[in-house]
């Protein structure tokens, strides 16, 4: 082996990191945040969260990115650090399907369709139909379907790389040499575990492992103590990014790495225990690719279920072995920047966080209207409590949505940030009208003057239509609802004509002198406000709607379904006219 094998062997490393990065990204992206969506609710039992850990590395294909995402959720108080034990466990069992793929390259005979099935032999097939999809293909789920194939064919063409960098290792003696010091199994953990802390990818190492036993000199009793020390290597990426989070995301990293030693000190100790007991004679034969894959697969599998009756264990051993600092932060992290690894995922917690302003915006605002009838210092203090945190929720998202939508995102969920950048504004503007309410209810309360009967009921029957349409908006935003959507608009109308007719009695009672000057300016400014606050809905509506069409003219839209007649605009706009107009007429 000579120096252009070793720049060929890194070569190799380097197409196959790559190729898993593309591929990866390919399969989240068709994922579409499906199994992110779930991860919250599936958590409850430990078996669903080990079938969720696995099925969301296998779409990811990187247990370390996972880890780094619990890190993340953790750190800002999105899950709590038991639900995300089963999850990584989870993905220990899910990484080894990358083992089995990458054994096909082992393949040797003479068999036409066992040859077919060689990855060497397919994947260039797969590079064409990939690249075909990316440039012909019209829809982004096709597009990243052709990208999962130049991915898989990158990452092939690098195994094969690496496979034909190490064969002539095989005739070398210095290398028999060498080998023959991981017969020690410490040793080959340490080997295992440091070469994938390095690399940062279990995949790679186990996969540079298959290419190294091609060569026909590993052994399995070189090879299983190399497999268990590169799950130990793995956490790497896990405590690197614990680094500067708060203790509970800490621990999720001390899980990791405490769930990993643990399952290969007892797996080890075992084995070997078994080994000088029954002298297992398979040890000293030579390993192939799926020999290394099974292995990789028993082992894992064999560690989560001994140590998942043990959650609770693992769970006390994290608390206990990380303690909370004496200068920690008590504020919480919105939406910690690690969960930018994945983008999808990162947008699902986005959604979730913007429906938690939204539904928090509209709270607050009617909190502030109950206090023009009936003031309350305590409920003042929660509304001015609140309001902070929904200027806060804007101003973090805002700045988390703009990051994200530099990263490679998909047509649609670029549509979504932009949505989602649009409506956020609109919520902590409702936040804003709220404590404009509180201002007239604090003077009024303050001068102890208070409207006339008539006011009064004006502004419940204006309030009455605004709660609907709020709830319309919230429910449309945080369902993704467009039918709920299309209401908004003809709702806001009829808002705009109650609180028109609304004025023009106030008109009347001023010069009947039935209201004073300085009651009919506050009157007015509950009116203004309870009017920019159904505005508000209607840009959410109407952003909604138009995002789904790919189009973000607001003004084009409404004039579009006024002037032509929309036939669902104009039966929602005449419904809610009866509701409210007729009635209150």
Known sequence: MDIFSLFTLCGGLAFFLYGMSVMSSGLEKVAGGKLEKMLKTLTSNPVKSLALGAGITIAIQSSSALTVMLVGLVNSGIMELGQTIGIIMGSNVGTTLTAWILSLSGIQSDNFFLMLIKPES????????????????????????GRIMIGFSILMYGMNLMSGAMKPLADM??????????????????????????????????????????????????????????????????????????????????VHISFNLIGTAIFLTFFYIGNIIFQFKFLANAINPVGIAFCHTIFNIATTLMLIPFIKVLEKIAIWSVKPSSREEKDTVFLDERLLLSPTFALVECENMAGTMSVMAKKNFFRSLKMINKFSQKRMDKILRKEPRIDLYEDKLGTFLVKLSNKDLSEKDSHEVSKLLHCISDFERIGDH??????????????????????????????????????????????????????????????????????????????????????????????????????????????????????????????????????????????????????NN
Do not use: W
């Open 173 to 254: 003696p210095e290398f028999t040499k060498i080998l023959t010091a991981f017969t020690n199994p410490i040793l080959g953990v340490v080997i295992g575990a440091l070469f994938t802390g390095i690399i940062q990818s279990s995949a790679a190492s186990v996969g540079v492992l298959q290419a190294l036993s091609l060569t026909g000199g590993v052994t399995y009793g070189i090879a299983i103590p190399i497999i268990m020390g590169q799950n130990i290597g793995t956490c790497v990426t896990a405590l690197i990014s614990s680094i500067g989070v708060g203790t509970n995301a800490k621990r999720v990293a001390a």
């Open 434 to 583: 709220a404590v404009n309410i509180l201002e007239v209810a604090q003077e009024m309360n303050s001068k102890n003057i208070e409207f006339s009967q008539d006011a009064k009921d004006d502004i419940i029957a204006v309030t009455n239509a605004l709660s609907e349409i709020m709830d319309l908006t919230t429910d449309a935003f945080c369902e993704n609802d467009l039918e709920k959507a299309k209401k908004i608009e003809p709702l806001e109308q009829v808002i705009d004509i109650l609180i028109s007719e609304a004025k023009d009695k106030h008109v009347d009672r001023l010069q009947n002198g039935l209201c004073t000057i300085e009651l009919g300016f506050m009157f007015t400014e509950v009116m203004n406000n309870i009017e920019r606050v159904s505005d508000h809905c209607s840009n959410v509506g109407v952003c909604l709607i138009q995002v789904e069409k790919s189009q973000f003219d607001k003004h084009r839209y409404l004039h579009e379904i006024k002037t032509a007649g929309e036939s669902d605009f104009n039966k929602n706009f005449e419904d809610y006219k009866n509701k409210y107009l007729i009635r």
């Open 122 to 145: 397919f994947s260039p097939i797969i590079a064409l139909i990939g690249i075909i999809m990316i440039m012909a293909a019209k829809s982004d789920k096709r597009k990243n379907i």
